[in-house]
């Protein structure tokens, strides 16, 4: 019994241990990088196409850059801007996007989306996705995103 009682909270200073070494792992330390509000829209029949939106926010003290991203629902996520060109509203893939110290920078629709295409099934109103941004600093930081009703302006318009 004597050594039972020893052992025990060995034990238990093991685990409080292990969980410090998780708790400040290089990954948590370094991300500077908060993303908010991720968001998708749902698929309307069979498309193929899906655009993402969140907000990222530079807590940081240095600038950053979102270079790209990637999601297990889609062949490919790219970063795609709309822009009105001579009024007619164009769509077209990005560079990586700055995100400079402070900064708070929404990809929203008719702006900039992160663009799905090759979806492995169509996205419908309540599931969720997960997608990963890899930005040049903070490195890769993942999110989880909601499928919202395929008429949806965002989450904050939703009353
Ligand atoms: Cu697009």
Do not use: C
């Not at 069979?46 to 926010?57: C, E, I, L, P, Q």
């Not at 989306?113 to 979806?119: D, V």
């Not at 599931?127 to 490195?139: N, Q, R, S, W, Y």
């Amino acid at each position: 019994m004597k050594v039972m009682t020893q052992i025990w909270p060995a034990l238990a200073m093991m685990a409080v241990a292990a969980m410090f070494v998780v708790l400040a792992s290089p990954s948590s330390l370094a991300a500077t990088i908060e993303v908010t509000g991720a968001w998708a829209r749902a698929t309307p029949g069979s498309a193929k196409n899906a655009a993402v939106y969140f907000t990222m926010t530079n807590t940081g003290k240095e600038a950053d850059k979102l270079m790209g991203a990637e999601t297990p629902a889609a062949e490919s996520a790219e970063l795609h801007e709309t822009a009105m060109v001579g009024g007619i509203m164009h769509m077209g893939s990005a560079k990586a996007v700055d995100v400079p110290v402070g900064a708070k920078i929404s990809f929203a629709p008719n702006g900039r989306h992160l663009m799905l295409t090759g979806l492995k099934k169509p996205l419908h109103k309540g599931d969720e996705i997960a997608v990963t941004l890899h930005f040049e600093k903070a490195g890769a930081i993942g999110t989880k995103v909601p499928v919202l009703d395929v008429a949806a302006l965002g989450p904050q318009h939703q009353h």
